[in-house]
């Protein structure tokens, strides 16, 4: 089984601070990690995806996030928050090759950044 | 432009009857998803597709039924609607084939509500 455990429901930063989101995983194997964002009333869009390689990857926006092996987690950052950033983001995992490359999702994390 | 396209994006139900949500991507992906999404408990599987006329279960899927008729339509039905049903349901699909390491291609929602 995989799990994926954001442990804040709400992040809240004030613009131009740095901003950090938690994801923690657990699976059987090798993990594939990925980070979503949801804009109201929008669908899930893709921000970026650990692999291989390179435990730092950066992705869309100015994001970037942390594979930590040991830790099993993977952090999402931006060095400088915008207010545009405020929105839903989910963290995802699944299991390298495994059938029918099923996404397990956290519960997500509201971040809100103020002027 | 290319996506995935979900039908209806609203809809209210009364208890007992039936619908079917219409998810169709033109991106030529083998692998589809259904997901439901409730406050607080992120995204979770209800039923996929690896491939046109395959269907399998995933961790909610009771009331529901599926099909994949054709590769690039799959139909989430519910037969006998019930208050629990009430939720955001979003389609994905996966690809393309032989590179599904990539992100899952979200559409925009379904936001049902049974009363």
């Known amino acids: 089984a995989q799990s994926v455990a954001q442990p804040e429901d709400q992040v809240n930063v004030a613009e131009g601070n740095p901003l950090t989101v938690k994801c923690t995983y657990s699976?059987?194997?090798?993990?594939?990690l990925f980070w979503y964002v949801q804009y109201p009333n929008r669908g899930l869009q893709f921000l970026l995806k650990?692999?291989?390689?390179?435990?730092l990857v950066k992705g869309s926006y100015g994001f970037e996030a942390e594979f930590n092996k040991s830790q099993t987690s993977f952090h999402l950052k931006k060095p400088s928050a915008l207010v545009s950033d405020s929105a839903l983001y989910f963290c995802a995992v699944r299991v390298a090759k495994a059938a029918g490359n099923k996404l397990t999702f956290g519960g997500g994390t509201r971040v809100l950044v103020k002027p | 432009n290319a996506g995935v396209t979900q039908t209806p994006k609203f809809r209210v139900l009364k208890t007992g009857q039936s619908m079917t949500l219409l998810c169709a991507q033109d991106m030529n992906h083998e692998y589809m998803y259904w997901y439901r999404q409730d406050p607080g408990m992120g995204l979770r599987l209800i039923h996929y597709?690896?491939?046109?006329?395959?269907?399998a279960k995933g961790e909610v899927p009771d009331g529901y039924n599926v099909s994949r008729l054709k590769k690039q339509n799959f139909l989430l039905g519910l037969e006998s609607a019930a208050p629990s049903q009430t939720s955001v349901y979003f389609c994905?699909?996966?690809?393309?084939?032989?590179?599904?390491?990539?992100?899952?291609?979200f559409g925009s929602g379904t936001r049902l509500t049974i009363v």
């Open positions: 650990y692999i291989t390689g390179d435990n």
């Open positions: 699976v059987s194997g090798n993990p594939y």
């Open positions: 597709s690896v491939g046109e006329g395959t269907t």
């Open positions: 994905a699909s996966n690809g393309p084939t032989g590179l599904t390491i990539y992100g899952y291609t």
